[in-house]
């Protein structure tokens, strides 16, 4: 190419992109309320428009939802390139605070919903008034908007509270000098400010509740929030706390949200005490970063259950469809450019690990990071300043996007989520998590156990061998079998020589599945071995198979994993067959050979 000819191509380019620049900031400056398909029905599994106020990444992943029901959801954001605007079926842009944009895009939908609480809700009861379909009630958002009306809505419902007062002056105060100038931040007493006593929780859990407009209730399973400066960092699904906990959390939940009008997903945010109380912290009447996880890890994610309730279909599934989750918030950990790279760098090591799913909320489409893909293009200053002005970018702790990891345990998960935060070429980051461990009390049961590990090689499953022996390291032994569950470790295999006490002491421990192996031993041929394990107590079970055969207990272990795993379980049937055919091939040399020709080859 000659330098006229890149010249003029290097001109044209730059035309091109300054018009769609110039079309960025006219697209701000209205209000667009054509339709791109106005005249043609869904055919999906809803005709009704569902109208979200607030296009951010919330109302994004509402718009990939409905895009696998042909469910037509137009939003509302001021801002024309929202994440949002992208795949939603149409987009207003104007403000979901002021009334006659509000009331102006309500009149092009068939319901009305939110995908953020800071909304007007005086316009929201007015709309209703009018006859428009607005889920959740304006009410619920008129009491989430002030967390003291929140608070004292819940707490006249019987719902456990941290305590709390309405407060009008300084009388409350340990130092006046302090919450003066608090007061003074939050605009004064006139607001109508509130205290509430410091709740000392052990752990931060979340509800992610969907409510029907018949008013049924559908509850997600719990979960454990980790937040970071504030804001939601980590999701642990399901939480790690006992049974008796997650029912007492669902309990609270539950009643929260039935005690708020209108259909939709809540997320409800709990404390969780070291006296083992549960206490509600605050609710959102929308789809939450707590839920994310659903996307991948539940039958029926949030934001198709957000679109189910508020259309008036039939509540999902909210159950888990993998044993455990994590969900990883992708923050802005520097401004700009630097911090697209860094988080580019982590995407790209979340893309090398099983069980990772990136959601990326475009935030920043076209922002300079992808200007790199043009060499040739060379932008003014004022030109790139006057486009950044009007479309978003990155910022610190801005949520951009998030990772999730689906496992088949939570030790398994969390080994991945730290793999992808290693810096490459960690030596860490191929370690593969055992899913089965294989225990003994000497290395003399070595030569026996040996087969289980055999078999749990030929089928692919990771595991582990060590020695850990119930009377000579009984530390130790507590210590594996505490922790084995945490690490990762799905079903234990224990071999048992002699006082045989291992298999049924660690399974008294943990509540994982064991399967003790009798070993032979010099003295009882075994037999005390395997009476030790079957008359384990009532309450401490504890599987077992023949003596020395460790190679049905890798058989048992497989299968056992297989319930969870599609993959392993046809390789479980392709092994039945072929032992069938082994079997057959064996009898039809018989059959033609004779016996003597086939014992003596």
Same mark, same amino acid.
């Given at each position: 190419m000659d330098k006229h000819t890149k010249s003029s191509s290097l001109k044209q380019s730059h035309k091109q992109f300054q018009s769609s620049v110039l079309a960025c900031q006219a697209s701000t400056d209205t209000h667009d309320t054509s339709f791109r398909k106005d005249d043609l029905p869904a055919h999906g599994v809803s005709e009704v428009i569902v109208g979200v106020l607030g296009g951010g990444q919330l109302g994004r992943m509402l718009c990939q939802a409905a895009s696998e029901m042909a469910i037509k959801v137009m939003v509302l954001d001021p801002l024309a390139n929202c994440p949002a605007s992208a795949i939603a079926y149409d987009h207003m842009v104007g403000s979901f605070d002021d009334s006659a944009t509000v009331q102006e895009f309500a009149k092009r939908c068939g319901v009305l919903t939110v995908e953020i609480e800071h909304v007007d809700a005086a316009t929201m009861e007015k709309l209703e008034q009018q006859g428009v379909d607005c889920q959740p009630k304006a009410s619920t958002i008129r009491i989430i908007q002030d967390k003291y009306l929140q608070k004292v809505h819940f707490s006249g419902h019987g719902? =456990?509270?941290?305590?709390?007062?309405?407060?009008?002056?300084?009388?409350?105060? %340990?130092?006046?000098?302090?919450? @003066?100038?608090?007061?003074?931040?939050?605009?004064?007493?006139?607001?109508?400010?509130?205290?509430?006593?410091?709740?000392?929780?052990? %752990?931060?859990?979340?509800?992610?509740?969907?409510?029907?407009?018949?008013? $049924?209730?559908? +509850?997600? =399973?719990?979960?454990?929030?980790?937040?970071?400066?504030?804001? +939601?960092?980590?999701?642990?699904?399901?939480?790690?706390?006992?049974?008796?906990?997650?029912?007492?959390?669902?309990?609270?939940?539950?009643?929260?949200? @039935?005690?708020?009008?209108?259909? *939709?997903?809540?997320?409800?945010?709990?404390?969780?005490? %070291?006296?083992?109380?549960?206490?509600?912290?605050?609710?959102?009447?929308?789809?939450?970063?707590?839920?994310?996880?659903?996307?991948?890890?539940?039958?029926? $994610?949030?934001?198709?259950?957000?679109?189910?309730?508020?259309?008036?279909?039939?509540?999902?599934?909210?159950?888990?469809?993998?044993?455990?989750?994590?969900?990883?918030?992708?923050?802005?950990?520097?401004?700009?450019?630097?911090?697209?790279?860094?988080?580019?760098?982590?995407? *790209?090591?979340?893309?090398?690990?099983?069980?990772?799913?990136?959601?990326?909320?475009?935030?920043?489409?076209?922002?300079?990071?992808?200007?790199?893909?043009?060499?040739?293009?060379?932008?003014?200053?004022?030109?790139?300043?006057?486009?950044?002005?009007? +479309?978003?970018?990155?910022?610190?702790?801005?949520?951009?996007?998030?990772?999730?990891?689906?496992? =088949?345990?939570?030790?398994?998960?969390?080994?991945?989520?730290?793999?992808?935060?290693?810096?490459?070429?960690?030596?860490?980051?191929?370690?593969?998590? =055992?899913?089965?461990?294989?225990?003994?009390?000497?290395?003399?049961?070595?030569?026996?156990?040996?087969?289980?590990?055999?078999?749990?090689?030929?089928?692919?499953?990771?595991?582990?061998?060590?020695i850990v022996s119930a009377h000579r390291t009984p530390e130790m032994m507590f210590s594996y079998a505490l922790s084995a569950q945490d690490q990762g470790i799905q079903i234990i295999i224990a071999g048992a020589g002699g006082a045989a006490h291992l298999p049924g002491m660690v399974a008294s421990l943990t509540p994982l599945p064991v399967i003790g192996v009798p070993v032979r031993a010099s003295a009882l041929d075994g037999m005390d071995s395997l009476l030790s394990i079957v008359q384990m107590p009532r309450g401490v079970p504890v599987a077992t198979v023949a003596i020395n055969n460790a190679t049905n207990a890798g058989l048992l272990a497989v299968r056992m994993l297989g319930v969870g795993d599609a993959d392993l379980l046809a390789r479980m049937s392709q092994y039945q067959e072929d032992t069938r055919d082994n079997v057959m091939k064996k009898a039809e040399k018989l059959q033609t050979d004779g016996w003597e020709t086939y014992l003596n080859p």
């Open positions: 719902i =456990p509270l941290p305590d709390f007062v309405q407060i009008d002056d300084l009388e409350v105060a %340990k130092s006046e000098e302090e919450l @003066s100038s608090a007061v003074n931040a939050l605009g004064g007493f006139d607001r109508g400010l509130y205290v509430e006593k410091w709740t000392p929780f052990v %752990k931060e859990l979340a509800v992610i509740v969907a409510r029907g407009r018949d008013n $049924s209730i559908s +509850c997600y =399973p719990v979960v454990e929030t980790i937040h970071k400066e504030n804001i +939601c960092h980590i999701v642990k699904a399901p939480a790690a706390i006992p049974w008796k906990i997650r029912k007492l959390a669902t309990d609270v939940a539950h009643k929260a949200v @039935s005690s708020l009008e209108g259909a *939709g997903v809540f997320a409800v945010e709990l404390f969780l005490t %070291k006296d083992g109380q549960i206490l509600l912290n605050e609710v959102a009447p929308r789809p939450h970063n707590s839920g994310h996880h659903t996307i991948e890890a539940c039958y029926t $994610s949030q934001f198709e259950q957000h679109l189910r309730a508020v259309l008036g279909l039939p509540l999902g599934d909210p159950s888990m469809k993998t044993p455990a989750a994590i969900m990883y918030n992708l923050l802005g950990e520097d401004e700009g450019e630097p911090g697209f790279h860094l988080a580019h760098q982590l995407i *790209g090591r979340a893309l090398n690990i099983q069980g990772a799913s990136v959601h990326w909320y475009d935030k920043a489409r076209l922002a300079l990071h992808k200007f790199y893909m043009l060499p040739d293009l060379i932008l003014s200053l004022s030109l790139f300043l006057h486009y950044n002005y009007n +479309c978003a970018e990155m910022r610190k702790q801005r949520k951009m996007g998030h990772i999730t990891f689906t496992g =088949p345990s939570m030790g398994i998960v969390e080994a991945r989520l730290k793999s992808m935060l290693k810096e490459e070429g960690s030596e860490s980051r191929t370690a593969v998590t =055992p899913r089965v461990g294989i225990i003994m009390g000497s290395d003399s049961d070595l030569p026996i156990m040996k087969d289980a590990a055999k078999i749990l090689t030929m089928f692919g499953v990771p595991h582990e061998v060590r």
